[in-house]
């Protein structure tokens, strides 16, 4: 327990930042209720309304800004409501099914084995990247929307967040559930205060509409087309993401656990889907219009409260609070499910370690990177980012529901009463199985045909992209793997049997010049009681030659051998001449024995040549060779 | 000499750029005969003659670009031309006096010691960098004057021929002579064609003036002052830099060095005059202008040959070639300089090292990267650099003409005939001591003058930063001689008995896991023959259980000590246990051996956790604490 003192005053900038580290004991196990689990694992999928009716019109103004036209919005949102309808239905069976967490990582490994599981990881960690990259996007843009002043800055604004949220997350949020209510619930309530008193207006017939937006301008018009439309609908299908959290995160319930998900994955779904119908029905109300320079939500605020109303500012700050929890989220699943594919063997191991708070910490900083780096290329346009979106969520939304399908159809085929230990879950017959099979069924199959809708509409403005991406990161988890499979064979003691005899060690001592070190690195060979000799690489002859005389006057003992390096070369003699001795004795232990001037600081020590890293580069290929450092502190 | 031939087929890619690698007994000793020696030292001082007029004229264009405002031109021009006739003069005493060599840098150490050898190495390190950038953006400027269209490339032209300049003076080049000879007289024959052309056409009065040039637009126009006026000669002093590279290289000259090296100065010189005064007549008669697009080189040779004359391309590509040559003399230059330095111990001993190649390989590339990056940060123009240039010219030439004063005044106090061996040269009495020195005194002052009127009328368009630059550079480089001072006497033997008595050898085996690897651990720990436990730092208690039962059941034999870690750290709790094991016997050894897997690729090696590399960083921090890693190779 002496360590757990130990660290306490180390990296006060770092602390500062981070606060104290953790003791692994300390790992929350809290669970929460359904209004607090609600806040927590919607604010993803609320937030999106936020964006989508705005995707929807941007697309529809193609064929021109006429009443018309943009009136299409709403059978669209109807559409993309039913479609969200149905994939509730099916995930709340995953929700039953996977009591321990039904995300599509682990229902596709469960039931399609590890190739559709690492898909669906490859297309859940893109799209996460995405939500932060979309959600902070929208989020600066509401803010600017009211502070036209700050349009200039929103890329800077945009990565501020990611950088703000990337420190929240090192230090870890012990009391999540709180902190999101409070932006969750007052968004809740900003909007459908200004959804009913604009409602209010519209049957009162007081409702203006909005004036002073700077359209978007299309140089040259689209007719309306089904392409179009098809289009129009992908873009507003952006408003489903995040609507997989809660069975990515049944353990966090109350008990009963799966019970309380499932009730606060229908209060979701129900919100989700007024809020955004409300809202494209709104927007047509004011004769919304899509811009570049306001948003939406913005319009529709300043036209029901007015520009100079509080209410108005304060939708927009509910509305910039939402999106930025939804980046959050990302913050919370990118590093979980890295660690997961990792501590699988797909990713590098090295997601899989807590930090001092606990947290997944180069889970966090890889996610702030890319989403970074996409947010300053896109220059935080939500409708440029948008192509890129969602295409992965569908996709792991079918293999999830296939996965269920076939789940499904296992349950159905046991026999009644039976009970089958699976992989992750107890399976066991049930007499609704055809019922519910058909409903997971409907679900996989809308949800692929959106997946194809949003890859064929929008193949060229950017899903090509993930269309690439997605099967290559695939390709790489599995090279990885494949790697991490072959050193476990090779490390396995499997029917080895340990050869644990001593064998003959042999100590070069490798000598640059004669000075205080080269006794501590004498005294130390001579100490270890091995034969040894002393290894000199003469780059320099007149050097070699003071080397030797001091080596006679000083030392005094052991031989000393010189190698020419007509080519001034270090590693490469002393490689060939190790590589020499070895061959007399294959089965012995060479120890190669050096210095190393350790200096107080990295500015010092840069100023020195640290061969020894390098030494142990070249020799760490050869078998049965040790390579000791021997440090010679230099003080200041 | 089996060395010699191990390296030939590493590394393909490198040996394909820089080619084979040069036994030290390969370094060239070739000496050159006068016309060789003016086209190697002379090309940096003659291709400034490119653009010093220019310069002249650009700041004269600040009162307008009237007739009487650019003749102005003239008289500066021959201000300068004495001042270079001065300067001339001066050094060609340095040469007789230095017959080794007599760079700033060795007269300044050699009459005033370190400080002020410092302080005109960093002049010069400074304007070296400055040389590359100034003379490739000038060189790309004449290019872009022929070829317009590669205008907005310019910023790219000129990186790649750093880059390009980088690789050819990192393979080494050999015949040096021979490569400057042909740029540099082809420059000069068609200076030399084109002005005699030229004035034949002002005699016969044939000669139109300049038309269709694009002229520096200023919003407010001065009115001509003084100021305005010191400001253009201080631009166009940029044609004395590169005059002192005669006499830092005398001793590549034939033998007599010093009489060879001293004509070849005065051609040199006369060349450099009569070029300038040439060019900057002719831009008087042709009524050349400041522009940004086309050099005045180029108004000159168009309005001369007429712009389709392939007479007019020739002059263009001579001019850019020289400048690119007097850039390469500063790849010469700066390692040179920079070797020289750190072998006094005031830069990084990494820069005396000779490549494969036998060049300084961290002084090119580091000079490579440092005019790129001013490059990318002026964009390419000339103009914007010239303000950073030669004021570390003309403090170096400062310093060494003052030196030379002191010299020659302790000549002329010996008695005559007496001979005293200084450090750098035999000193002895001259009875034209008095002359030469006052002729010293009036370089000093004259360089002196200009160097103040160079750092007052361009002190805000960038001198300060030179000015500021120059003293912090100097402070780093007395930094960096402290440090390696202090090392120096903490290495030293001096009054020191070795104590080479045996002493106790403790071994400790750190273990992660216990597989194939651990066997060899414990193997080499065995065989070591000292008394050894095996450290296990426990994060998770899971593992820890299964690696003390996999220890009991493969190893089953040493003491396994499990150190608890409740922060998951690693290095600190291994350092601790260190700590207290010393303390019991705080004159032995302690032997750390730990594992490392070695991966045939870097791509493989990041898959792990490589923390060998860590705990050596935290353990060489203590006293009689040896760390050895064994690597286990992971074969594909």
Redesign the interface.
């Known amino acids: ?4 003192n ?2 306490v005053n180390h990296f006060s900038i770092r602390r500062l930042l981070l606060g104290q ?5 300390e790992l929350p196990h809290q669970a929460v209720n359904r209004p607090i689990g609600l806040a927590v694992f919607a604010s993803d999928a609320i937030s999106s309304t936020a964006y989508a009716t705005e995707e929807i019109l941007i697309i529809l103004s193609m064929a021109g800004v006429s009443a018309a036209v943009l009136s299409l919005s709403v059978p669209i949102a109807i559409a993309i409501a039913v479609l969200l309808a149905i994939v509730t239905i099916s995930y709340r069976q995953t929700i039953y099914t996977y009591p321990n967490g039904g995300g599509a990582y682990i229902v596709a490994r469960d039931n399609f084995g590890e190739v559709a599981a690492q898909i669906a990881g490859a297309a859940l960690l893109t799209d996460y990247i995405l939500t932060v990259a979309v959600s902070i996007s929208s989020g600066v843009a509401q803010i600017t929307s009211g502070f036209p002043a700050l349009l200039p800055y929103r890329v800077e604004l945009a990565v501020g967040f990611i950088i703000m949220m990337m420190v929240i997350n090192l230090r870890g949020v012990k009391e999540s559930g709180r902190i999101f209510a409070v932006p969750t619930y007052f968004f809740l309530a900003m909007m459908f205060l200004t959804l009913g008193i604009g409602f209010i207006r519209v049957l009162t017939g007081t409702l203006p509409t909005v004036t002073g937006v700077e359209v978007i301008k299309h140089d040259v018009l689209q007719p309306v087309t089904l392409f179009l439309i098809l289009r129009a609908f992908s873009s507003g299908s952006a408003a489903l993401t995040g609507i997989e959290a809660i069975s990515n995160g049944i353990t966090a319930f109350k008990e009963p656990r799966s019970h309380n998900a499932a009730v606060t994955l229908l209060w979701m779904s129900g919100i989700l889907i007024t809020l955004f119908l409300g809202i494209t029905v709104m927007a047509q109300q004011i004769h919304a219009m899509p811009s570049h320079t306001e948003t939406v939500i913005s319009q529709i605020a300043r036209t029901v409260h007015g520009a100079d109303s509080i209410l108005y500012l304060l939708t927009l700050a509910g509305t910039s609070l939402i999106l930025l929890m939804a980046a959050n989220t990302s913050f919370a699943d990118f590093p979980r499910l890295a660690a997961l594919a990792a501590s699988d063997g797909f990713l ?3 997601l899989t ?2 930090g ?1 708070r606990l947290v997944f910490s180069w889970g966090i900083v890889i996610l702030a990177l890319l989403a970074s780096m996409l947010v300053i290329l896109m220059q935080a346009n939500t409708t440029a980012l948008i192509p890129l979106y969602a295409i992965g969520v569908f996709l792991s939304f079918t293999i999830s529901q296939s996965g269920m399908v076939k789940h499904l159809w296992k349950m159905g085929h046991l026999k009644p009463g039976e009970k089958v230990q699976g992989l992750e879950t107890i399976l066991e017959y049930d007499p609704h199985w055809a019922k519910k099979m058909v409903i997971s069924a409907i679900g996989a199959v809308a949800t692929f045909i959106v997946m194809m809708i949003f890859a064929v509409t929008k193949f060229t403005s950017g899903a090509w992209f993930v269309i690439v991406l997605i099967p290559s990161l695939v390709l790489v988890f599995f090279r ?1 793997h494949r ?2 499979q ?2 476990a064979r ?4 499997e029917g ?1 049997r ?8 042999q100590t070069i001592v490798l000598i640059d ?5 080269t ?2 690195l ?3 060979a ?5 034969p040894w000799t002393a290894l000199h690489v003469s ?2 002859p007149e050097k070699t030659r003071i080397v030797r005389k001091k080596w006679a006057e ?2 005094g ?1 052991g031989e000393l051998v010189v ?7 270090l590693s ?2 002393i490689a ?1 001449y190790v590589q020499q001795v070895r061959e007399k004795d294959p089965e012995g ?1 060479i ?1 190669v ?1 050096m210095g ?3 200096m107080p600081n990295f500015w ?1 020590q ?4 640290n061969s020894a ?1 390098i030494f ?1 580069l070249t ?18």
């Open positions: 327990m002496q360590t757990a130990a660290r580290p953790l003791q692994t004991k590098p191991r090295q370690y807590r001092g990885i790697h991490y072959r050193v090779a490390l396995s003691m080895v340990p050869d644990l005899r001593e064998r003959p060690v010049d004669v000075h205080n070190e006794t501590r004498v005294n130390f001579k100490s270890l009681g091995h780059v320099n000083r030392i003992e190698l020419d390096s007509p080519y001034r070369l490469d003699p060939q232990f120890h024995v190393h001037l350790a010092e840069v100023l020195h040549q890293l142990n020799l760490s290929q050869m078998e049965n060779v040790a390579v000791t450092i021997i440090p010679f502190q230099i003080r200041t």
